[in-house]
């Protein structure tokens, strides 16, 4: 059992039903229909992504330094890819976007893109 996948898988299993509802009801009179859609893009990648981390803490072996990789890639992923994207968001709707923001979220998808693909190298090599 890997802690660390656990411990943030649930947290980010927490935070995502939390910012969900934070999405759907306080900030739906606040935000356009474009923004409530980006905004609930980072809540549904952080959900998938939570889930993924519990299975995985379950299942793979924090001594094997590719699992290692895997579980710090998807954690670094969600991080930057779905808090940029409510960072953006919530600045857009109060007129005070922080645009640094912007190159981060695709950085963010880069690094979800490496977990899995080390992900299925681990399967299809090791």
Known sequence: MDKLA???GASFGLTAVILGAFGAHL??????????QSFETGVKYQMYH?????????????????????VYSF????????????????S???????????????LGGL???????LLLYKFLIL
């Open 6 to 8: 656990l411990i943030t």
């Open 27 to 36: 900030l739906k009179k606040k935000l356009t229909t474009e923004q409530l």
């Open 50 to 70: 939570a889930i993924v981390l519990l299975i995985l803490g379950f299942q793979l072996n924090k001594e094997t330094t590719i699992d290692n990789y895997i």
């Open 75 to 90: 954690i670094t992923g969600v991080i930057l890819f779905s808090f940029s994207i409510y960072g953006l968001v919530i």
């Open 92 to 106: 857009a709707a109060n007129n005070k976007k922080i645009r640094i923001l912007g190159p981060v979220t695709p």
């Open 111 to 117: 690094f979800l893109i490496i977990g899995w693909a």
